[in-house]
């Protein structure tokens, strides 16, 4: 499956045991929130309409762990207030972490995608291609 904005965009990826996850971008930042539409669309809590502005940031050693722990956080952000992403913005990604906003809104629903457990380090890939960025991740489920 996979899904687009204007630019960016995410694929599903099928795994034995798992879930991933790539994510295209022009930049950093975008890649990082089509990762982050992707997982939205596999927890099925991808609602794009309104919704209350969170600020995120994590740190981490790198931006691969900044990528693994952005993904946790959504996680927990999404299960602690039961609810689902309307929009991403990521502002900045390094070697530090990452930062920006989500978009929350009050879950009405029973979710009609996949619990996920957590983002995980296997098959972990960041990098720069010749047309931007390209993340891939896989999801605990």
């Not at 204007?6 to 971008?25: M, N, Q």
């Not at 939205?40 to 693994?68: H, K, M, N, S, Y």
């Not at 930062?99 to 996949?114: F, I, K, V």
């Amino acid at each position: 499956m996979i899904g687009s904005s204007p630019v960016g965009r995410f694929e599903i990826l099928e795994h034995t045991a798992d879930v991933g996850v790539r994510g295209r971008g022009k930049d950093l930042p975008e890649a990082f929130e089509m990762a982050t539409r992707g997982l939205a669309d596999i927890c099925g809590t991808w609602v794009p309409d309104g919704g209350e502005v969170v600020d995120v940031q994590v740190r981490a050693e790198d931006v691969e762990a900044a990528l693994v722990d952005w993904l946790n956080e959504v996680l927990w952000l999404q299960d602690s207030r039961d609810a689902v992403i309307t929009r991403i913005e990521v502002d900045d990604v390094s070697d530090l972490g990452a930062s920006g906003r989500l978009w929350l809104a009050p879950r009405e629903d029973e979710l009609e995608g996949t619990a996920v457990k957590a983002a995980t380090y296997h098959q972990l890939r960041v990098a720069r291609e010749r047309d931007g960025w390209v993340t891939e991740i896989y999801v605990d489920v």
